[in-house]
């Protein structure tokens, strides 16, 4: 009676199962970060991952983490592979126990005083897996400036994950839109927050964003800087993070300052905004005759406390997004 499952379970021992993954609209294809930490989930287009990637080694987009290839499934991949898995080896079971009970049942002899049938419910069960969908297209399309791969994230990505490779100029371009997301979200946060932890919070928070977009810009613009001018030499320790001496490096390595690239009265702007970074940073956004001197800003006297506005913060994105933009231009000339 139960030949066909006993022939079934012996077929199925140590049997692996493969599972197709669908690639999305685009033939890019779900993969996720195996570091527990990061967990990044982002996608691979589907050729490039057959011609370009290697076996040995891929990279998280989002920490670097470094795994063998085939240690990228995502988690609901492999959860879909399991329920399949388990899907088919149900099917497989009860089609066997279903045919093993039709052909006891054909073999009860007819004339007898007792009659015995098996039955099992339900009709045949699907004994082929169904591939797991892909997750929805992500917004960033990355091309890899070294490799060549391409890839998409949500969000922000440092590496590649065929080679690992950081790209400076997408970093910073990164940056820059990341801080003109927080300095554009900061009224939906504030309305947020007045309605779940009061106005005082709601204040307090949004200033607080709004004032670390300077910092944020400063520093991508320091961290680009000290990756473009690589190739230069190497500049003094956080160089970069002053305007003058910056705009003087780049003046020794490629003739071209800050001047070239901005009007006057950009540059007496940034000047500003470097000022108001120093102060926010050490001096907890009191104005002290220092910053009157240096910045040159004569909207403010000693010991009132600076006020930092989204156009501030577009305009420190502005200039510094022109800035990389002609450093870009005499490097990728040079
Ligand atoms: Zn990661
Ligand atoms: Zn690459």
Redesign the pocket.
């Known amino acids: 009676m139960f030949e066909d499952l006993i022939k079934e379970m012996e077929r199925m021992n140590g049997q692996s199962l493969s599972v197709a993954i669908e690639s999305d609209e685009k033939g890019y294809i779900d993969k996720q970060c195996p570091n527990e930490e990061c967990e990044f989930i982002f996608k691979v287009n589907e050729e490039d991952w057959t011609s370009i990637f290697k076996d040995e080694a891929v990279w998280c987009p989002f920490c670097r983490h470094e795994a063998p290839s085939d240690k990228w499934f995502t988690i609901e991949q492999a959860e879909h592979a399991k329920a399949e898995a388990l899907a088919v080896m149900k099917g497989t079971i009860h089609n066997s126990l279903r045919s093993g009970a039709q052909k006891f049942n054909r073999r009860q002899p007819k004339n007898s005083f007792i009659s015995m049938s098996m039955k099992v419910t339900g009709g045949p069960k699907r004994t082929h897996t169904i591939p797991a969908k892909a997750a929805d297209l992500m917004q960033l399309e990355i091309q ?1 400036e ?2 060549e ?1 391409r890839f998409s994230v949500v969000g922000s990505a440092y590496f ?1 994950p ?2 690992g ?1 950081n790209s400076v100029t997408r970093t910073f371009r990164d940056s820059l839109r990341k801080i003109r997301a927080k300095k554009d979200g900061v009224d939906i946060v504030r309305q947020a927050l007045i309605e779940t932890a009061g106005k005082d919070e709601a204040e307090l928070t949004c200033r607080s964003l709004i004032e670390t977009c300077i910092s944020d810009g400063v520093v991508a613009f320091q961290k680009y800087c000290e990756g473009m001018y690589d190739d230069f030499g190497k500049a003094p320790f956080n160089a970069f993070q002053r305007l003058e001496q910056a705009s003087e490096l780049w003046e020794k390595a490629v003739q071209k300052g800050f001047d070239v690239w901005l009007r006057e009265e950009e540059i007496n702007m940034l000047r500003v905004l470097y000022q108001r970074r120093h102060l926010l940073a050490h001096n907890e956004g009191i104005v002290d005759a220092k910053y009157i001197q240096k910045s040159g800003d004569s909207k403010y006297k000693e010991g009132q406390r600076l006020i930092v506005s989204a156009s501030d913060v577009e305009n420190l994105v502005t200039c510094l997004e022109k800035l990389s933009l002609g450093i870009e231009d005499v490097c990728s000339n040079a």
């Open positions: 890899c070294s490799c791969s590649c065929a080679c490779h």
